[in-house]
């Protein structure tokens, strides 16, 4: 379609993740005309990537389950975990998070969306005050029939019916009866989805699916693929629409009530990596990621925050050509460890994956990391990054992965001092035997037990490091994306260095710095903030209308994805 025409919504959203998917839901639960531009030619960012799950406590489905928690049990752990680091973990923001989690559920319910708990899926610090157990909530496997004519677009595609535990569960599917247990699961949800017809999507995919059916194919909003936001249109200090590039280009699309950023981080562009936070990164989400709309907002007097940080990790390096593969649980298992270019230990390999990767950044910020494992790891998990065979020849080519029979064979072939190597593996089989890691506290956490293999005594976690023989991986610094942007108050409007409001400019999801500061509370605290703040910021642009705007005439458009 082309943009060469000016044409006016009330809400105006750049971006097609969660962030964008929540703000333009909330203009369609208000009544309000909106329009959802998507820079590339996939739809689903970073959150059609991810394993799709919301940190939200202290929320309707807790309730529902008999759960206790409470808005108190919900500041108090997120002032224990995250403190305020800056002004995008204020009091007020983590307040008006805790305090938009019922609105965004009931309301996404309302409009046809279908959710389910993680019921043992713990915070991540969850023995601090506040901490609790089953806070994170995930859609459910969604028929992708329904949204037809979008599924060709989607940024992942998996047709899988996953669900958040299925991940790691699957991992020890032949070594544990739980595993074991969810893998029968699996397959009958599977087959059940292929036997009736549908086509189910899980995780992260099946979210942003959930989304557009209730957005796109039921509320009528345009999804503009190819429509990159090149300007912010501002008339007397008020952002009033946007100049749409892409092949059509030139065209502006006025919004009457506000323009929403939200589409995704920088963690795609080097530039401004090596500016703000001195890497190159290894990140896993949105390719589309180049930080545009940050820099936008930065261009009519937006102040930004946390622009040194982001959702950091532990990566599998990718071979040439390829991609790097997050590690989450896998690092948790018995039966391995993670040791630097020496060959010692530097953090608890089970920990957060953002605490890992605060801790590597810290220890050797350009330096070799390996994950070692013991031959009983190979037996007992699905290694999912050493399943395909041609992938696995070029890592061994490429000197990504290494295996020997000795472990004085493998220090040898990975450049590691021996003795530090030597020493470093017989005090951690010591730990492994007592079950308390001394240095590092491994296994001590429920977060970290979570990952781990219950059938494995006396540490969950804790597997020594001796039967041959012993596989090696190349660890990088990875990332989910940037988690720094632009400064917004607790309706997520965009605010000046000096917290003056600019009028009409919203910011959410990584467009916007963090409520969570420096830390990661629980599972989905990327993605729980982004909807509770996108619909915040469409009540507020609703709010600004006497009347309202319910009942409108929505604009008319198939319910599809437009070219821009």
């Not at 389910?116 to 995930?138: C, M, N, Q, V």
């Not at 599998?316 to 270019?341: M, T």
């Not at 492994?432 to 969950?460: I, L």
Request: aromatic share 8%.
């Amino acid at each position: 379609m082309s943009q060469t025409q000016d044409e006016t919504f009330d809400v105006v959203v750049v971006g097609s993740g969660a962030a964008a998917f929540a703000t333009a839901l909330g203009a369609v639960d208000s009544g309000l005309s909106a329009v959802l531009l998507e820079s590339t030619e996939k739809w689903g960012g970073s959150s059609a990537m991810s394993g799709g799950g919301m940190w939200l406590p202290d929320n309707p489905l807790m309730r529902r389950d008999g759960v206790g928690d409470s808005r108190e049990e919900a500041l108090e752990y997120m002032e224990e975990s995250i403190g305020e680091v800056g002004r995008a973990s204020s009091r007020a923001r983590k307040e008006a998070f805790v305090d938009g989690v019922d609105d965004f559920v009931l309301t996404a319910e309302r409009h046809g969306m279908t959710f389910a708990r993680a019921t043992d899926y713990p915070d991540y610090y969850p023995e601090l005050p506040g901490g609790k157990i089953g806070r994170s909530i995930e859609c459910e496997p969604f028929d992708a029939r329904r949204i037809q004519a979008l599924v060709p677009t989607l940024r992942m595609n998996m047709p899988l019916p996953l669900k958040t535990d299925d991940v790691w569960l699957l991992a020890r599917a032949w070594s544990t009866p739980d595993g074991f247990a969810r893998g029968a699961q699996f397959v009958l949800r599977t087959l059940g989805g292929l036997l009736t017809g549908k086509k189910l999507r899980g995780i992260g995919a099946g979210l942003v699916s959930q989304f557009a059916h209730a957005v796109v194919v039921e509320g009528g909003v345009p999804l503009r693929l190819g429509s990159p936001a090149e300007e912010l249109v501002v008339e007397d200090g008020r952002v009033v629409g946007v100049r749409v590039g892409g092949e059509g280009g030139g065209g502006v699309i006025r919004a009457r009530l506000g323009v929403m950023l939200a589409g995704g981080g920088f963690d795609h562009n080097r530039e401004m990596r090596r500016e703000y936070q001195g890497v190159d990164g290894f990140p896993s989400g949105n390719p589309g990621n180049l930080g545009g709309p940050i820099r936008l907002a930065e261009s009519i007097g937006a102040a930004t925050e946390l622009m040194d940080d982001a959702w950091w990790g532990a990566s599998l390096a990718p071979v040439e050509g390829g991609e790097p593969s997050f590690i989450v649980g896998k690092r948790s298992l018995p039966y391995s460890l993670i040791v630097d270019s020496r060959g010692a230990r530097f953090a608890n390999e089970a920990e957060s994956y953002v605490d890992l990767g605060h801790h590597m950044l810290g220890h050797d910020k350009d330096g070799a990391y390996w994950l070692v494992l013991d031959a009983r790891y190979r037996r007992r998990y699905l290694r999912s990054f050493a399943l395909d065979p041609k992938v696995a020849k070029a890592q061994r080519e490429e000197g990504i992965a290494f295996s020997a029979d000795t472990l004085e064979e493998l220090s040898g072939r990975l450049g590691l001092d021996t003795a530090t190597f030597r020493s470093t593996i017989q005090r951690f089989n010591g730990f492994a035997r007592s079950g308390r890691d001394q240095d590092f506290r491994k296994g001590d956490s429920a977060y970290d037990r979570y990952y781990g293999d219950p059938t494995v005594h006396p540490n969950a976690c804790l597997g020594t490091i001796e039967k041959g023989p012993f596989s090696a991986y190349k660890v990088v610094i990875g990332d989910l994306g940037t988690k720094d942007g632009v400064l917004t108050d607790a309706d997520a409007r965009a605010l000046r260095e000096d917290g003056s409001v600019i009028e009409g400019l919203y910011a959410a999801g990584n467009n916007s710095a963090s409520v969570m500061g420096r830390t990661y509370p629980g599972p989905g605290s990327t993605i729980g903030p982004a909807v509770v703040f996108g619909l915040r910021a469409a009540r507020h642009m609703a709010g600004q209308v006497m009347g309202g705007h319910r009942g409108r005439a929505r604009h008319a458009t198939p319910p599809a994805a437009e070219r821009g």
